[in-house]
């Protein structure tokens, strides 16, 4: 990876771990699937007006708009609004890197490199010692989903590199729009009047977070995230999603006062170190000259 890219994901896992500070706040007034759905809302309009649809399958950009939405946010923010801790959930989601790893290897044909899978490997392991050392305050069922949003984030990877290299801005609010609607019937479905009665006396609190996370998070972000995916190989770039839970951690802890501990800190440290055997071992397969397996595939026609 480019000097330049790197800074870019480095740029995208700060985001992202604040946006767990954002998510908690917000969750304190708003139910969760309206929460989320307030995101794409404001992430889609009004850019959608002026931002044109990418060049991409109708069906790709609203499969992606509803794995993005419904199954990694939505699932993300029910878990914590269930009970589990946001700096462990930030955590537990990045379990979505060796899901892309894996699915890109069945779906895409991109076989990871030795030292990546060992990079891979020791990364897990940080993330397994942090978890081990805070799993048990976690209720199993938001545990479970927070889970099950980490399959949601790795099916839209897999989802962007199949769509290929297009305007990954256009991506984010045509997608954003497509899952806008599902998540408020789903919201109106589970979460019933009261998610329309948080509405009517919004806090400054969660029209915050609804900013945050419309804005420097679900578009700037991960437009950036999206772009690296189309020009690296998953094994190259998802390994930087690990990073998140270092920013969310500490964010969470200096923002909302959740405990650091020793195994958080011999987690993270791990964590790191799982990541630069990664990028060691993607240097070459993330150049321009990547062997056809592990090149971004076209899109499909329209």
Not at 1 to 20: E, Q
Not at 131 to 137: K, V
Not at 223 to 236: D, I, Q, S, V
Request: proline fraction near 8%.
């Amino acid at each position: 990876m480019t000097l330049r890219d790197v800074l870019a994901a480095l740029l995208v896992v700060t985001i992202l771990g604040l946006a767990f500070v954002a998510i908690k706040a917000g969750l304190e007034t708003v139910p969760p699937l309206m929460l989320c759905a307030l995101r794409f809302a404001f992430a889609a309009v009004p850019a959608a007006l002026v931002i044109r649809p990418p060049r991409a399958p109708g069906v790709l950009v609203a499969a992606f708009g509803l794995a993005l939405g419904i199954g990694q946010f939505g699932l993300l923010m029910t878990g914590i609004r269930l009970g589990m801790p946001a700096g462990l959930s930030s955590l537990l989601i990045q379990i979505q890197a060796p899901f892309t790893v894996a699915l890109a290897w069945a779906v895409l044909g991109e076989r990871p490199r030795a030292l990546q899978v060992l990079g891979g490997a020791v990364a897990l392991l940080g993330v397994v010692a942090v978890a081990l050392g805070r799993g048990g305050a976690a209720p199993l069922g938001p545990l479970l989903l927070v889970v099950g949003a980490a399959l949601g984030w790795a099916s839209a990877n897999i989802i962007v590199k199949r769509i290929g290299r297009v305007d990954m801005l256009a991506l984010m609010v045509w997608g954003s729009l497509a899952t806008t609607p599902p998540l408020i019937l789903l919201s109106l479905i589970v979460e019933g009047p009261a998610a329309l009665a948080a509405l009517t006396h919004p806090s400054w609190a969660a029209i915050g977070s609804v900013a945050f996370q419309a804005y420097p998070t679900t578009l700037l972000a991960f437009g950036l995230w999206n772009r690296l995916l189309t020009r690296y190989p998953a094994a190259t770039v998802t390994p930087f999603a690990l990073l998140v839970p270092v920013a969310g951690i500490l964010s969470t802890h200096i923002v909302l006062g959740e405990p650091l501990s020793a195994d958080i800190l011999t987690g993270g440290g791990l964590i790191l170190t799982g990541i630069a055997l990664s990028l060691r071992g993607g240097r070459r397969s993330g150049s321009v000259g990547a062997s056809p397996a592990e090149t971004v595939p076209p899109a499909t026609a329209a």
